[in-house]
């Protein structure tokens, strides 16, 4: 044997032991989806070795692939021998491997980048792709980490955390929304203004913690009543806001009536006192003479004071 293919022989040697070596994980198909080459990242992540692996068809060899998805992308490879990217964003894994990394332990399966090689033969012809697959677990769970951290800062932002509602700020914010999108569609809205009648009493006669009691009780009676389309929010102290989109101001009154009602009707505990209050309502609908949003809160703060006025404990409708 000369030294040329002694050499030839050592070099394949090597590139067979860097391919069954690296911390890739590298498959190699024909046209046909037969699988050609099954390197030991695959054999010790999926528990197959490569015997029983080569020369089976891949997607019969595990059926759990998105057969035609991916087909579409390795015809793609095929017809413009190019390769294709497949980051975890797009699809989390491709191959459903455990996850071994102690770092990202609390992820259930390996987070996976894809890229499709087109192979060319002697010929120059493109009858194979190489399958590489990294894993990206701990970049993945990092980024999904900080984005629920984000989502979490961010409902933290909005939220008043003693009631779990809106705070003053956003609940602004969605009213001047709310108000900007009346004056494009001239969709009706209504809105409703409430605080808790006698509230001073309450901290005075209690305590300042049987107050926060009651008025996380009354926030939970108004989100038992809001829809879903509804936005309700915290104004300040005992102080409350409820934006009813898609309602005009007499089914708005008949919302703030059954919230008065419910109200009304609550006991609240605070250790071995019960407590029982009421509030007093004002609603404002939304029509072409309100000239802002701060106009439309002054409506309905005018019509809450008018409900304090005739005695508490009472619903009115702004009349201009």
């Not at 399966?109 to 701990?138: E, K």
């Not at 209504?190 to 001073?200: R, T």
Request: charged share 20%; with cysteine; aromatic share 10%.
């Amino acid at each position: 044997m000369n030294g040329n293919a002694l050499n030839e022989i050592n070099d394949l040697h090597w590139t067979l032991g860097l391919i069954q070596n690296l911390e890739v994980g590298l498959v190699v198909i024909d046209r046909h989806a037969c699988i050609k080459l099954w390197n030991g990242f695959m054999a010790n992540h999926s528990g197959i070795p490569a015997q029983n692996v080569v020369g089976e068809n891949l997607f019969k060899k595990f059926p759990e692939l998105p057969e035609n998805w991916l087909n579409q992308k390795l015809e793609s490879v095929f017809l413009l021998r190019n390769p294709a990217y497949i980051s975890w964003e797009q699809r989390p894994y491709l191959f459903h491997f455990k996850n071994n990394r102690p770092i990202t332990g609390y992820s259930k399966f390996m987070y996976q980048n894809i890229t499709l090689i087109p192979l060319t033969s002697p010929t120059g012809d493109v009858d194979h792709i190489g399958i590489l697959i990294y894993d990206v677990t701990d970049t993945a769970t990092g980024q999904i980490a900080l984005e629920d951290a984000n989502k979490k800062l961010k409902k933290l932002s909005r939220e008043d955390r003693l009631t779990g509602l809106y705070n003053r700020g956003y609940w602004e914010e969605c009213l001047n929304q709310e108000y900007a999108r009346y004056s494009r569609t001239e969709s009706v809205s209504s809105l409703v203004m409430f605080d808790i009648d006698h509230f001073k009493k309450v901290n005075d006669t209690y305590g300042h913690q049987a107050g926060d009691e009651v008025i996380r009780v009354i926030s939970q009676a108004l989100q038992g009543q809001a829809r879903k389309t509804d936005i309700a929010g915290r104004y300040g102290g005992e102080e409350f806001g409820a934006i009813l989109t898609g309602t005009d101001g007499i089914n708005a009154m008949i919302f703030a009536e059954r919230l008065r009602e419910n109200v009304e009707s609550l006991t609240v505990q605070y250790g071995e006192h019960l407590i029982n209050c009421s509030i007093s309502l004002g609603v404002s609908e939304l029509n072409l003479e309100v000239q802002s949003a701060t106009a439309w809160l002054e409506q309905a703060d005018k019509a809450l004071y008018k409900s304090k006025q005739n005695g508490r404990n009472k619903v009115t409708l702004f009349d201009s």
